[in-house]
């Protein structure tokens, strides 16, 4: 494996002249690795090593409690619905949560966490969180995003196994011109527009919110205002120009310059600029940010709290068991930046794989899993089953839609969500004669009518209260079929069928 180390002293790079054309997407990617070359940094051979066990016996000797007060492990079937939700935004089907009960082996959880890691599920779903991640908050028509052409291309780049450093230099590099373009739709959300490009490329890509930079000095974090337009300066199609504070027709020539001081060589065409931003981003060691935002952000979808706000860490920022995802950012660039490596090691551990509880005072964080709810995608997919459709997909999606990048523990439930799950015509007709519902009224005997309702809504088999009345109110109704629509909506509209637990 390589990492990168830097050197004392911040060379100038190459001449320009010998920067390789950046006009196609080969071209950028051949000249990424040579901005990588010519960086001021080196390159040298080292092992790094972290597993599920070592992220288990660090947190607990951080956490520093007895091990009651950690939450049990989860049965199979409550496992089994959370890596098939987290890893591909669907719903398990009964026939595959049976297949995976039966199975006597001591290894099937992480057997099934590395097959769906390798399914076309993980890339379609993290390619669509992934973009909202990146255009949920842009101010532009939405009618000059294709955000779908971007998922696609993003699913692509994930199918094929494209390390996260090359993904994210593509997003960078793109020109920004063409919506049909997947990685254009990046610099389009942002309107091309150098100081949106600088705060949006620091918050999603490094986890650090500078755009208050770019008219004062940060008032908590040590960056300064000419550092961010020294970074706005990267996605100027000219000259960049700062303007004056206290007389803003009066401007400035700034000249580009990374956070960490990386300079490009002078006079580089537009283009190269981009791909240079690009490689200091992603390449300089030194710039643990890069590594950590993303580890950050797969850490907190997982355990819905993360080691520290997903883009508002900075130099002075707090983080919680900062050796922990130090640690795992290391080995995730030894890693080669593996997009499907932080799974493995989350999904693996004893920390993911434990009940879920709302946690209490902060020294009990992640000794469970926060419950929270379903992402819109995965609410669309839950309601699909349901209705035997994808029709009303758009619609779920966009009642549900949420911004990724705030705090899974501050989401909550809308009206218009509750209106719709109880009263939407589509979905209500979806439910009477779907071939979920047709499956069940199918079934001539209530036990097994009941147990499959549950497993196919909620992913686990109904207690005993759960049982009882729902065995009371199929004897008590005057029209079998009617009720087993009615027991279908009743949990349709509770709170576990959109909950992450």
């Known amino acids: 494996m390589l990492a990168t180390v830097l050197l004392s002293a911040v060379r100038p790079a190459a001449a ?180 949106q490009l600088a705060a949006e490329t620091a918050r999603v890509f490094m986890g650090v919110s500078i755009q208050c930079a770019e008219c004062h000095d940060h008032p908590f974090d040590r960056w300064k205002r000419i550092q961010f337009h020294e970074l706005a300066a990267f996605f100027s199609r000219g000259k960049y120009y700062m303007p004056d504070l206290k007389n803003p027709p009066e401007k400035t020539e700034v000249v580009p310059r990374f956070l960490l001081g990386e300079q490009p060589p002078p006079d580089l065409p537009p283009d190269a600029r981009r791909v240079a931003v690009a490689a200091y981003l992603v390449y300089n060691p030194n710039n643990y940010w890069f590594a950590r935002a993303y580890v950050n952000r797969v850490w907190n979808e997982l355990m819905g709290d993360g080691f520290y706000a997903v883009d508002s860490l900075g130099p002075d920022g707090d983080v919680t068991h900062k050796l922990i995802v130090n640690r795992m950012a290391y080995v995730f660039r030894n890693q080669q930046f593996d997009p499907r490596w932080p799974f493995h090691v989350i999904m693996n551990s004893h920390a993911y794989q434990r009940r879920s509880r709302t946690p209490g005072p902060s020294q009990t964080l992640f000794t469970a899993v926060r419950p929270t709810r379903l992402r819109a995608d995965q609410v669309a997919a839950a309601v699909a089953g349901v209705v035997g459709s994808d029709k009303l997909t758009p619609e779920v999606e966009h009642i549900f839609a949420v911004d990724p990048s705030l705090p899974l523990a501050d989401v909550k439930g809308a009206i218009q969500q509750v209106l719709f799950l109880m009263n939407n015509p589509a979905l209500q007709s979806g439910i009477k004669t779907g071939p979920f519902t047709q499956r069940l009224q199918k079934i001539a005997g209530d036990d097994k009518l009941i147990d499959e309702l549950y497993r196919g809504l909620l992913g686990r088999e109904p207690n005993d209260r759960e049982r009882d009345r729902a065995a009371d109110f199929l004897k008590q109704s005057h029209n079998r079929q009617e009720a087993v629509a009615d027991l279908v909506w009743i949990l349709v509209n509770s709170t576990e069928f959109i909950a992450r637990r």
Request: proline letters at 4%; charged letters at 30%; hydrophobic letters at 35%.
């Open 16 to 195: 320009a002249s010998r920067v390789p054309e950046v006009k196609t997407p080969q071209q950028k990617l051949q000249a990424l690795e040579y901005f990588r070359k010519s960086g001021p940094w080196k390159t040298i051979k080292h092992s790094g090593v972290f597993t599920e066990k070592d992220l288990d016996k660090t947190l607990e000797y951080e956490i520093k409690l007895p091990a009651d007060r950690f939450a049990r492990l989860v049965d199979d079937a409550t496992f089994f619905r959370r890596v098939t939700f987290d890893l591909t935004g669907q719903p398990p089907k009964i026939e595959e949560l049976d297949k995976f009960a039966a199975d006597a082996t001591r290894d099937k959880r992480s057997k099934l966490v590395s097959r769906l890691l390798e399914s076309g599920g993980f890339a379609t779903r993290w390619a669509k969180f992934w973009c909202n991640v990146m255009l949920y908050n842009s101010q532009v028509d939405k009618r000059r995003l294709n955000q779908a052409a971007m998922e696609k291309w993003l699913a692509e780049q994930l199918q094929r196994h494209d390390g996260w450093d090359q993904i994210v230099a593509q997003i960078l590099a793109a020109d920004g011109k063409d919506k049909d373009n997947g990685p254009d739709n990046f610099g389009l959300a942002c309107e091309n527009q150098p100081t």
